[in-house]
Structures are given as C-alpha cells and as structure tokens.
C-alpha cells in the first residue's frame, strides 16, 4: 500500500527539485515546483496513521482495566511448623512464589489465584463471574486474582502466580486475538494485489492522457492554469490519482473492526480468540449444547438413595465412596459428599474408609475396581449391561420414576449384584429456556447432546425447548454427532465446560467453553463464557454478526473514496468545471477515507447485548 504513497510524495519532490535547478541555472525559465505536496501528503497520511493508533488504544481499554485489577503489594505469612504466624511482611505481588502464604484483609484485592487455608469471608468476583453478590469462602475455596475481599479476613495459599493466574491468561487470550488475521483480511490483501498495478497504470494513462493531447494542441492552452506547464498539468494530474487510491483504508477495513469487537467482548465476558473464530462465529446456524454444567447448573445434589440388597447402608456408602473418591465428574463429588453424610448417619465413627485398586474409569458409563475381595461399579445401566450385571425390576422402576423427572441414577453393584441407588439432580439454569427461544428467533437451531440416559436427556430438553437430543453418548461420540451435523453443510458451534466436551469443542466449527469449567476445555474452545451465562451465546454470535456487518461497511467506506476520488483526481471534471483535485487534497481525501473507517469500527464500542443479564 506504501507504493502509491512512495510514488506520489518522490514525483512531486523530484520534479520540484529538477524545477528548483532548472530555474537556478536558467535566466529565462519559469516554473511551478510542487514542494508543499509531498509534507501535506505525507502529514494527512500521519494523521491518518495516528487516528489508527488512537482508535487500537481505545480498544486495549478493557486490557487496561483488566491488568489494573491486580493489587501492587500483599502481605506474605511466615509459619512454623504448627502452623503459627511467626512474620507478616509486605511485599510486591511480582515477589509471590507458588505456595507462599498471604493474609487478604477485609476490603483487599486477593494478589494472585489461591485456596483458602484459614479464616472465612465473602468476595466479590464480579470481574471473572459477572454473579454481583458475594461468594463465601471457606477452607478449601479457591480465590482468584484481582476479586475483592469483602469483610472477614483469610489466609490463601498461592496456586497460579504470574502468568498462569486467571486474570493474566484473559489479558493473553484478547492480546492474542486482536493481534490474529481474521479469513477476510485476505480479501483486503488480494484486492491490494491487483489494485495497485492497476492504480499505477491508470495515473501514467492519466498523466499521457494529458500530456500528449496538450502537446499536440487538442485542449486550448486557456486550460493550463498560470505558471504552469502541459507536462506540470498533466502531472499533477498523475500524482493526485496516485494518492487518492492509495488503499491505506483498506488495510483498516478488518483489524480495527476485530481489535474493537474483541475489546468489547471482553469487556462484556465474552473472550473471542481472534478474527478467524469471530468470523466463524457470524455463520454458525446450528448450536450443540451439552447437559451437565452448560443447560444445568452444574452442582448436582442427591434426592435420594435406596438399598436394593441386604448389604448395610454404612458398608453400601463406604463402597460407593472408595469407588467415586477419584472421579473428578460433577455427578461423582454429590454422590461421595451425601454418601459421606450418610454413613455418619448411620454409626459411622470416623471419616475413614476402605482403599480402592484396579480402578478404571468407563467414559461415559462410570468406574469399576476392587475394595478387598468384592468387585464395586458405580455408574449408569449401561455400565451395568457392559459387564452383564442384571438390573432387577425393583431397581428397574426406581430408575424410570426418576428419570422422568429429569433426575440421573447412579447404580452401584458388588459382586455383580445391583446393591442399591443414588438419584441425583441437577437444576437447569434460569435463563436456559430463554436463550434456546432467543437463538430460534434468530433463526439458529439448538441441540443437546449428553452422556446421560434418555429419559433425563428428553425431560431437561423438553423444559428448556430443544427438539433434538442425542443421549448416552461419550466424549468421542459427542465429537462424532458434531461430524455428522457438519455433513448436512451446517455450521455448527457447540457449548460446553467439561473435559468430556474437549474433543467435541475443537470438532465444531466454533467451540465456546463455560467459564467456569475446565482448563482443558477453556483451551479448546474458541471462544471463552468467562461469566458462565448461557445468554453470552446469544452475544458472541450476535456480536460476530454485528462485527462482519461492521467490516463490510468497512469496505464501502474505503473503496467508495478511490472510486469517487479516482475519476475527479484524474480531471474528469476539469474541462466542464475546472474543478481539478491537486496531489495534496487529493492525501486529504486518502486521510478522510481511513478515519472514516477507523470512526465506523469504533461504533462497535456502543454495541449493547441483545439478552441482558436479570440479577435478583
């Protein structure tokens, strides 16, 4: 794109300089140098250029904002071996190292991600979650970075420093996508391609157009304004269409656009991972949503648990929690915490129980070992059938009475026998149904694929108004329905937060990851729900629309100047109006065309979203 300004600027100030010494070595010769050209052209280009650099400053606001969440010093615990305090001193929270103990006082930012080892308080993580009230934090409770300590006082043990804090990796995750090239741009570069030769070839056509017929006298010479030349004439001419198509908006057009919507995105807890996800975004028709911690809350609780077998319920509960113990599923952790009440309920002395070996998770079943001399499964009926252990009627009814109120049965077997039952539920989240509603108005199509049964899959889609559902299917299998979605020729995003929706997260054309799930699927996904509301899917979709609408208007903006520009500067007008458009009004109007284009992206900075969040 620098070509034509090159040109432009050199042929004005060379012809200058060959006028300036023709002059001083001629008595007789009178000419027009253009030297005020090339500083005009070249200083509307740098304000140009400056506009530019204002315009991405004010898209690294939110960074800006981010990065100023974290406190500059903390107050870093020195203990002895009891666990005493023995020093209390402040330091700079670039000094903290990982598993240094730090006191937040009420009213202080926590410095770093952490858990909390001592003390209780609520905190106000509002900046991460979006949720406006205070969360209680006991021992045990991570804490992250830059939120702030609302009353009581607690000690935290450092886990993620530096980099690796939450807060740092959203500063990387949008520093990274305004700097990505979306698709599009490679539009801008290819009509750069072919539309500087052509630029150049017209203004030499331009300048011969002019010199030659003025040489030969076609035009009266009345058209020659005073103190010039043909060959003056018809430069100027040349140079002005040089500049006046000089493409520089174009370049514009995509970056400042992506460094806006990515800026607000953040802003608005939506992280985008570059140009390229925003513009997969904008085509996506079809958005596969999982169950557990996406459409539901994600914090199963148990209802009940039954004994279909003369085992005790202290023995039934220890079993169940040596088995459950290692599993990291949602589901696993409210059954391990109820069995744990349980047993204490029923004479349990101690929080000890038995060990478990040969364990083995079944992905999208359940897990299996052995605790002593008895073979223990904990899972769904499918594991059951998997190792042909019978399910008896009795436990066959008390699974689809639960089922159909959208509950999941964890089944446990010893020895091969069903011993007892665990129902568990998950409640939806409020504004589920109102976000499937949203994305059929805007004519996108939802589905729910999960692990789960059947019966629990169809009650919770019939409650949040999904029509297709795809039940029982594994991490593998969830990837393979996306494949198979993919085939009709739809464009398909899927949503989740688990490490089980990793594979299908990068099978999708846009993979978006719930916030508050797992690092693995946060780093598959493309798009990052830091808030863990559902209604940001609505926005990161209506947002990417909004952006490649923005973009294409880009475009108009900086190519209608050329095609408009481009006939005046080469004198089209001239012989009707004597209007004519010399080379450095001709970089005024280069200059208009690239803050137009850089004022319409900054547009974006008042987009507003299309569901807002309802606190209560």
């Not at 050199?10 to 300089?17: G, L, M």
């Not at 007008?573 to 001709?586: D, E, H, N, V, Y």
Request: aromatic share 6%.
């Amino acid at each position: 794109m620098d070509v034509l300004i090159a040109l432009g600027t050199n042929a004005a100030y060379f012809y200058s300089v060959y006028i300036m010494v023709k002059a001083l070595t001629s008595n007789s010769f009178e000419g027009q140098d253009f030297f005020e050209t090339s500083p005009m052209l070249i200083s509307f280009i740098l304000l140009g250029k400056y506009l530019e650099v204002l315009a991405k400053g004010k898209t690294s606001d939110a960074l800006a904002k981010l990065t100023e969440l974290a406190p500059e010093t903390a107050y870093l615990l020195t203990l002895d071996s009891a666990g005493n305090i023995i020093s209390e001193t402040e330091i700079s929270s670039q000094l903290i190292q990982k598993n240094d103990v730090l006191k937040i006082v009420p009213g202080a930012k926590v410095p770093v991600d952490g858990v909390v080892i001592n003390g209780h308080s609520y905190v106000n993580e509002s900046m991460i979650t979006g949720e406006a009230r205070p969360v209680s934090k006991m021992p045990g409770d991570k804490v992250i970075g830059g939120t702030v300590n609302e009353n009581g006082c607690v000690l935290i043990k450092a886990i993620h420093i530096g980099s690796e804090t939450a807060l740092s990796q959203i500063v990387q995750l949008v520093e990274a996508a305004q700097l990505a090239r979306a698709p599009v741009q490679k539009l801008a570069d290819q009509i750069s391609r072919f539309f500087v030769p052509t630029v150049v070839l017209t203004a030499i056509m331009t300048w011969l157009g002019w010199f030659i017929p003025g040489e030969l006298g076609v035009y009266p010479s009345s058209w020659i304004p005073k103190g010039m030349n043909v060959f003056e004439l018809a430069l100027q001419f040349g140079i002005s269409v040089l500049v006046v198509a000089c493409p520089c908006a174009l370049g514009l057009a995509t970056p400042t656009a992506i460094m806006v919507a990515t800026g607000k995105g953040a802003s608005q807890g939506v992280l985008i991972k570059g140009g390229n996800a925003l513009e997969k975004a904008q085509k996506v028709k079809l958005v596969v949503f999982d169950k557990t911690g996406t459409l539901t809350v994600g914090k199963p609780t148990v209802v009940s648990a039954v004994l279909f077998s003369n085992i005790s319920m202290k023995d039934f509960c220890d079993v169940t929690i040596s088995a459950e113990a290692n599993s990291e599923h949602p589901i696993a952790k409210a059954v391990v915490d109820h069995a744990k009440k349980l047993r204490l309920k029923h004479g349990a002395e101690s929080e000890f129980h038995p060990e478990i070996e040969n364990f083995e998770v079944h992905t999208g079943a359940g897990v299996s070992g052995k605790v002593g001399e008895r073979k223990i499964l904990v899972g769904n009926r499918r594991l059951m059938h998997a190792f042909n252990v019978p399910v008896s009627s009795e436990a066959d009814n008390y699974i689809s009475e639960h089922e159909h109120l959208a509950r999941t049965c964890v089944l446990v077997a010893v020895d091969e026998k069903i011993a007892g039952a665990f129902a568990v539920t998950d409640p939806i989240k409020p504004d589920a149904a109102r976000v499937v509603s949203f994305l059929h108005s805007m004519d996108i199509t939802s589905v729910m694929v999960t692990g789960d049964n059947w019966a629990t899959a169809r009650a919770i889609a019939s409650e949040v108004g999904i029509q297709t559902v795809f039940a029982e299917t594994d991490p593998l299998g969830k990837a393979d329905k996306i494949k198979e979605l993919q085939l009709k020729g739809t464009s398909v995003a899927m949503v989740g937060d688990g490490i089980n929706d990793s594979p299908a997260l990068v099978a999708a054309d846009v993979g978006m990851a719930i916030g508050a799930g797992t690092d693995v699927a946060i780093e598959a996904a493309d798009i990052v729900l830091i808030k863990s509301n559902l209604e940001d899917v609505v926005t990161a979709i209506d947002l990417s629309r909004k952006t490649m609408s923005r973009i294409r208007l880009n475009y108009v903006w900086a190519l209608g100047y050329n095609v408009l520009g481009m006939p005046v500067a080469a004198g089209v007008l001239f012989p009707f109006t004597g209007i004519r458009l010399p080379p450095w009004l001709a970089g005024a109007c280069m200059a208009a065309s690239s803050i137009s284009v850089v004022c319409s992206s900054l547009l974006l900075q008042s987009y507003k979203k299309p569901l807002n969040t309802r606190v209560n």
